[in-house]
């Protein structure tokens, strides 16, 4: 566990680029190249460029190497877009002015690198330098002085991270898979015994699958099919579930088809939760680590929060305690206990209430909401975390924390 | 009688020799005990108080201080660190020089531990290579990989180079005098593979004043999972002959300095009896005393680092399985004490019939931390783990040892040498099981009786723990071992041959370039530092030119100018008295020559 809560936004895209601009045949065209080799930020990328290009009355483009026939992300059309199909001539021309672009942001980002790395080596070796003996005290002291301004001036402030595109997630693209494609996935999932006829429900719990195994029964018994995707840690078959999993004949294709077709899904990864937001379908994120990550964007979202606990005394902290600066910033004394059986289940039953009766959120969960985005924007100046998946322009997402736990925090 | 010098890494590693050392101090030698690092991880320190307590031959206390510790050079490796070393090490020429020789030691080390795990055999190690890697400064780890690529000769030729380097280092005088004054009869050392370990020097002291000396080999894995054995000493003294196979293979040590003695840190094992009754430690540690239980015992933050999610996992696999036997088996955890802290996050209450044993809060160096430790053993019908040497200890008390191979500890598994002893050693000691599917059916047989253990525990036993039969105690025959070796006349001093006399002042330009390389600095910080050094002591001189003008030169300037301003306004004064005396003296003349006149004039 490393010495900060994971910013790993950033780090899902090589070099943040923001699509390019341009005029084809007289329309606005929004240009983006997207990192179809990381697979965890590309439904986000591809979400904000829909949005993006649709509230500019723009159309989009997307420069890959992969087909998208190949791919079954980048195959989702979106119905209310146009996209444009780069190739020949033009498709030349576009990835040309996408290259120059994307070299003119890495000469900037590699210089600010640069001068980053420079400052702190200057810093060591003043710190170095001022651990001379020999020369005079005050001498020393100045050294010192100067190598501290040099660190403080080399230290990325936490605002300047690439945010986690909140507010251009928040509205839905809908998008469907080529009738090819549908065709073929919705076959092979027919064959594997998921009746279109069924309503269904995906899971894909990597870490503690067992603690889904008494939410499939009760999905069951409300007639719901249980389908299990995901890189599974162990093949262990949850009771009445189809298990993609451990199926030889699992497929990205079939993953994402079983996901656009499900009435909500329960994750606990934030890729799966992303790829969510594309597909539009509901989602209950289980275990985040911090509240800023994982809270959902969409009002149809849900997330529970693993329990904190204090490493040093063994006691359990309140989910309000993952909000505090200083929690924030060092967990190496703070572990997390996974949420149980029955606090999944009572997840789920609130998920499966709220798609089929509607969304209620309890005054506690809008507390919760409030004091997450107060406490994102306090700390976006001073916390990496808190800026890089905190408030975007003070929208922290429409979705809410699982009632059990948030009126347990509120109480 | 012999005198024994016994040097340890810390305190930690007494647990491995206690009773052989009291042994040895039963027998009438003087066994001194020396720790590089003293340190009180885990209330070590209280294990070397009770055995100088415990016989007045045993001596405890700190071997010489290194002027680079492996710990400090690994320090100043920290490039994320915002604390830099000293632009110049305290103390002389001396200790400047003794710096820049430990710095290309533990260089030449680390590099050499670093290669090893480019070796085929290692293939698989990703983990242990990676752990190699993050401890060598990162300038030389493209040229080690560089190496390794190019194939077996020339790594092979690239050790060698290594390893006359290694030869050229010369020891240090301090070490020297410390192995000399303690004018021992045996020199061992444990456990001398730790990556970088600076604890070869005191082989090279020992083969220099023409002392014997002995590598202990501690544990299971050390020979395996750790660094290389960089200057052989003159025996080696292993637990089994797959120790001795790897000693040979491994690390290049010739069969014949080899002693085998079994392993002498499980003795306690093998005469232990319950301290309680069956009832009443059930009841002791919170489980149903009616059912059978499986003791799950915790592995270390290398092996499993995020241990806790599996335990749960395997826990709600029991309770939910189809088997009604496995279903309602109780559950011990038994965290490593190294590693405790993480298991704080399980929370027992939400299963019947589970418990964690020791608490997490305990001290791991307790009177009774063997008693309990040995009940929960004995009365478990089973002993699950990932890959820890308790699995060693179940084996030994006669209970069936289980593991599953989780794809989250493959690099502990799999990616270890050690692990496949347990598997696949005469038959191995532990059943491991590739999916939880598959473990539950085993442990269901097992806990039924339908599987019996013992005979393959025996086997185990008698192969890698008491090779010389199952009777007969490891620790007396590391004992006699000992006692032999002690007898044995001391070889003749060796001193550096005239090529490595040669060799030492291009060593040392070495040594000191591996000083200034161990900072792990980017290298256009080295060509500009001379430039920086020069700024600095330029900005110095105008410093203490400042001060001495301060100091010095102005109060006398002042002290001129005052003295002028006193001599400028004395001289004025004096003219202006003596002006005014002459004004007086005019006017007088002046009215007395006017008073003439008048008396003259009629």
Redesign the interface.
Known sequence: ?GSELKTHYSKLLDVHLDPIRVNVGGRPVLVVMPDVSRIEGLSVELLATYNRARAEHADACLLTSVEPSHHPLLALEPSDLRIVHADGVSGAWLRLLWRMAAVERRAVDGWSRASR?FRV?W???L??????????L??RGW?RARARRS?AKAAVPPGATTRFPRRLLRDRVHASLPSGMLAEASATARALGIDPAVPTVTVDVR?????C?SVSSWLANRGYCVVRVGEA????PVRATIDLASSRQRTPLLDLFVLSTSRFLVCDSLEAQHVAYLTNTPSLLLNAHDPFSGYPVRDDGLFTLSTP????T?QTLTPDALLHEARLKDVRDC????N??AEVLAAVQEMHDGVTAGWSTSPGQIRFRDRVAAAGEAMAARVAAAAEWGPDAGFIGDGRLARWQAEGSAS | MSRILFVMLHPGFIRYYEGALEGLAGAGHEVRLAFEVSHDKLGANALARRLEAASPRITCGDAPTRSDSVRDFLARLDRSATRSGLARQRGGRREAREHAWESLATTVRLILDYLRFLEPAFARADKLRDRAEKRLPRVYVPVVRAVAAAGGRTRRAFAAVLRAVERAIPTSPALEAFVRGQRPDLLLLTPLIELGSQQVDYVKCARRLGIRSALCVASWDNLTSKGLIRVIPDHVIVWNDVQKTEAVALHGVPPDRVVVTGAQVFDRWFDARPSRSREAFCRAVGLDPDRPFVLYVGSSTFVAPDEVPFAERWIARLRDSGDPTVASLGVLVRPHPANARQWRTLDPRIWPNVAIWPPIDGDPNGPDVHRDYFDSLFYSSAVVGINTSAQLEAGIVGRPVLTVRAPEFAHSQAGTLHFQHLVSADGGLVQAAATLDEHVEQLGRVVRGERDPSEANRRFVRSFIRPHGEDVAAGGVFVGAIETLARMPPPAPRGPSWSTVLARPFAYAAAKAAGVLAEDRPLWVYPLRPAVTAAVWMGATVFWARTAMREHVRPRIKRLRRGAQRARHESAHAVEKRWKRARRRARRALAIANSAVRREQP
Request: a negative charge; proline letters at 10%; charged letters at 40%.
């Open positions: 566990m790395a080596e810093s060591r070796e710190r170095r330098q001022g651990g001379d003996e020999r020369l005079p005050e001498l050294l660190l870490r503690r699958p067992d603690t195994a840690p162990d093949p262990v606990v204090d490493l040093d063994g572990g997390f206990r996974d149980t059986a």
